[in-house]
């Protein structure tokens, strides 16, 4: 096991972004399973914590295995392998619809009282407990890229290297703290890694939503 869990992972993070202390970076973690990690990142940065609601396009036959990923725009990413596993046309119309269904629900539960926070010209950092074939963190850097923020960086606790590859032309920085060539699952990296419920995101948000801002943590690496 590389992590003791969730925690562990999150404050080994906080050590490689330290340099993004003081700059008020927007943490947004990608549900669920990288609220909690977003939330530590955030206090252990000085930032703002909110999601990006993205999702993986499942296969037929193995809802776990992304055939690609779709963001709140509808926008999507298709994998080269995609119809080789089963995704043909008809099948991925259908998913795209049922997980934008599913995004625009989670929307109205996680943030039901504010729009997102708005990323541009801020340091946006996107956290997941860890990367397989790297969809959805395509697809939350490709949603994030439209909205110009000045800095866009993605940071995970572990990936294998072919998916930090193909991650790499979507972010300004890449920031993953293991990269073993054996990968079967996110899950085998850590010692406990539970599931995260939408009450937990829920009240993690609310918690979020209390922090005063200040404008004058606003700024860029440019201007630091």
């Given at each position: 096991?590389?992590?003791?869990?969730r925690n562990q992972a999150a404050d080994r993070l906080a050590v490689a972004l330290?340099?993004?202390?003081?700059?008020?970076?927007?943490?947004?973690?990608?549900?669920?399973g990288a609220v909690p990690m977003g939330q530590r990142l955030a206090r252990a940065?000085?930032?703002?914590?909110?999601?990006?609601?993205?999702?993986?396009?499942?296969?037929?036959?193995?809802?776990?295995?992304?055939?690609?990923?779709?963001?709140?725009?509808?926008?999507?990413?298709?994998?080269?392998?995609?119809?080789?596993?089963?995704g043909t046309p008809s099948y991925l119309a259908q998913e795209k619809q049922a997980?934008?269904?599913?995004?625009?629900?989670?929307?109205?539960?996680?943030?039901?009282?504010?729009?997102?926070?708005?990323?541009?010209?801020?340091?946006?950092?996107?956290?997941?407990?860890?990367?397989?074939?790297?969809?959805?963190?395509?697809?939350?850097?490709?949603?994030?890229?439209?909205?110009?923020?000045?800095?866009?960086?993605?940071?995970?606790?572990?990936?294998?290297?072919?998916?930090?590859?193909?991650?790499?032309?979507?972010?300004?920085?890449?920031?993953?703290?293991?990269?073993?060539?054996?990968?079967?699952?996110?899950?085998?990296?850590?010692?406990?890694?539970?599931?995260?419920?939408?009450?937990?995101?829920?009240?993690?948000?609310?918690?979020?939503?209390?922090?005063?801002?200040?404008?004058?943590?606003?700024?860029?690496?440019?201007?630091?």
């Open positions: 096991m590389t992590f003791a869990n330290e340099a993004y202390k003081g700059l008020n970076p927007l943490i947004l973690a990608i549900p669920r940065l000085g930032g703002e914590l909110d999601v990006v609601l993205v999702r993986k396009l499942r296969a037929p036959f193995n809802p776990e295995f992304a055939l690609g990923s779709i963001d709140e725009s509808g926008w999507t990413y298709i994998a080269d392998y995609a119809e080789s596993a089963g997980q934008l269904d599913t995004i625009r629900k989670r929307r109205t539960q996680y943030t039901p009282l504010r729009p997102p926070i708005d990323p541009a010209g801020r340091v946006v950092i996107v956290v997941d407990d860890g990367l397989a074939t790297g969809a959805t963190m395509i697809s939350a850097l490709h949603a994030l890229r439209a909205q110009k923020p000045a800095r866009l960086v993605c940071a995970v606790p572990v990936a294998p290297p072919d998916t930090l590859e193909k991650i790499r032309p979507y972010a300004d920085e890449v920031i993953c703290l293991e990269a073993p060539e054996f990968f079967r699952a996110v899950g085998q990296f850590y010692a406990d890694f539970p599931q995260v419920d939408d009450e937990e995101v829920i009240e993690i948000l609310r918690q979020a939503g209390q922090r005063p801002s200040d404008p004058s943590f606003r700024r860029t690496p440019e201007s630091s």
